[in-house]
């Protein structure tokens, strides 16, 4: 009650506020306990009334506490708990509170749920030259079914407790949150009326839908129409995105090839010397130095890889003319792959 009577004096309230002052101080006669409440508030009033600002301090005024959230930029983040920290100074280093709310892609502002880890939003300490906190956003509850965000940005209100005003904020940067891996489509092996020999080229499709940049993990292929997967072997891929090649992904999907030596995957392991071949390949994304494998797509169809050479016969001997013995004719066969091979022999006169 001192207290509502010093302000009174040194303010020169006005009729109508002195009335009201009255009021509170009944208010304050029925109830010992709200006494001090009352007071903060019509102390308050009456610094608003005389034109003292919020920030010029002195007396009994309070001045708005003030928050900055650090680091300024805020980082792409992975779907899941995420971290905001932020100090909050105040000139009279009263507890305060926050409100924080996030905005996805420009939408409107809305309430952020904090993790159950989190602490409380209510009563943080302050200090004149700020103290240090942090607010844990469970933005996959947030984000529902959505598994990756462009531009999400956080913003944490701050106020005196018990005072309505929460015009003081700091909001972050738009950061990026999740990530969806990348896509492979239309694995199309170039061959000839659908017979590979030798280099093949492989051309396919690779998106990403906020355009990370991607490299092909797995480059395999089957011989049993995709019942079973053999590696192909990094020696036998060259040009275009070979293996550690960052492919510069883009949502509509960019077209890359590479071409698969299938004569030196035959040498290497003899698998695809002459077969009905499907490729298939799997694409992961370099997003945050995470692995983000996407699923493996495989060739639509089978086409068949022909590296197998014919045989030769590199000797023939004159045989020896005579009558009256069978004739002898000696001759060399040389196969690549050591095929067994037909022999067709004939003769003219
Ligand atoms: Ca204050
Ligand atoms: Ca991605
Ligand atoms: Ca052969």
């Known amino acids: 009650m001192n207290e509502v009577k010093v302000t009174m004096k040194n303010r020169r309230a006005s009729p109508i506020l002195q009335r ?28 608003a009334a005389s ?68 602490p409380s939003l209510n009563g ?41 005003d929460l015009t003081n904020m700091d909001v972050t940067n738009s950061f990026r949150i999740g990530n969806l891996p990348p896509v492979i489509t239309n694995v199309t092996p170039v061959t000839d009326l659908g017979i ?23 480059y395999e292929f089957s011989v049993d129409n995709g019942q079973n997967y053999l590696p192909i072997d990094p020696a036998a891929i060259t040009g275009g995105v070979r293996p550690g090649v960052e492919i510069a992904a883009v949502a509509g999907g960019v077209l890359v090839d590479f071409t698969w030596d299938t004569d030196l995957q035959a040498e290497l392991n003899g698998e695809v010397v002459l077969d009905t071949v499907k490729i298939r390949l799997t694409p992961q994304d ?19 890889v022909d ?11 004159d045989g020896v003319t005579d009558m009256n013995n069978p004739v002898i004719l000696p001759f060399v066969i040389q196969d690549e792959e050591s095929d067994p ?9």
Not at 23 to 47: H, P
Not at 198 to 216: E, F, H, K, Q, Y
């Open 20 to 47: 009201l002052l009255f009021l509170l101080g009944s208010v304050c006669l029925l109830s010992v306990q709200g006494c001090a409440w009352v007071v903060v508030i019509a102390a308050g009033t009456v610094g």
């Open 51 to 118: 034109g003292g600002s919020g920030g010029s301090g002195g007396g009994a005024s309070q001045t708005a506490p003030t928050i900055v959230i650090l680091p300024a930029n805020v980082g792409p983040r992975l779907l899941g708990p995420i971290n905001i920290p932020f100090s909050i100074s105040d000139q009279e280093s009263s507890a305060v509170n926050i409100v924080a709310e996030f905005s996805l892609d420009g939408a409107p502002f809305q309430t952020a749920t904090p993790t159950t880890s989190n």
């Open 124 to 164: 943080l300490v302050t200090a004149p030259g700020g103290v240090s906190h942090s607010f844990e956003w469970d933005a996959a509850t947030d984000l529902g079914s959505a598994l990756e965000v462009a531009g999400a940005r956080l913003r944490i209100r701050v106020q005196d407790s018990g005072q309505a």
């Open 196 to 218: 590979a020999e030798g280099a093949l080229v492989v051309r396919l499709t690779v998106s990403d839908t906020l355009g990370d940049r991607a490299v092909i993990a797995g």
């Open 286 to 304: 370099s997003f945050a130095n995470t692995d983000f494998p996407g699923l493996p797509v495989e060739s639509a169809i089978g086409f068949t």
């Open 307 to 317: 590296n197998n050479f014919l045989p030769e016969v590199v000797q023939l001997i």
């Open 341 to 349: 091979v037909a022999v067709i022999i004939l003769w003219k006169q």
